[in-house]
């Protein structure tokens, strides 16, 4: 349900296994410049997190993860939509 790393996200939006990308608000931009191209809109991109927040929350050094989960995917979304508002 989770990839992580960049060339193993990169690799999974390829091959379209990828529900939602999330890529480190402190990520370069070249990085994320490579990977909204990569997604050409076709997936949510969430970038409200820096990468010491998603190293902490999976607890490796990352700063891109992929959920390849469908239903996680739309939970994370209905969640970010009510810390948003």
């Given at each position: 349900?989770?990839?992580?790393?960049?060339e193993?996200?990169?690799?999974?939006?390829?091959?379209?296994?990828?529900?939602?990308a999330?890529?480190?608000?402190?990520?370069?931009?070249?990085?994320?410049k490579?990977?909204?191209?990569?997604?050409?809109?076709?997936?949510?991109?969430?970038?409200?997190?820096?990468?010491?927040?998603?190293?902490?929350?999976?607890?490796?050094?990352?700063?891109?993860?992929g959920?390849?989960?469908?239903?996680?995917?739309?939970?994370?979304?209905?969640?970010?939509?009510?810390?948003?508002?």
């Amino acid at each position: 349900m989770l990839v992580t790393g960049q060339e193993l996200v990169a690799k999974a939006i390829k091959k379209q296994n990828i529900a939602i990308a999330i890529i480190a608000s402190d990520a370069s931009e070249n990085t994320k410049k490579d990977f909204k191209d990569l997604i050409r809109g076709r997936i949510t991109i969430v970038n409200q997190f820096s990468s010491t927040e998603i190293s902490q929350a999976i607890g490796e050094p990352r700063k891109i993860l992929g959920i390849t989960d469908l239903g996680i995917a739309r939970k994370i979304k209905e969640l970010l939509k009510e810390v948003t508002l």
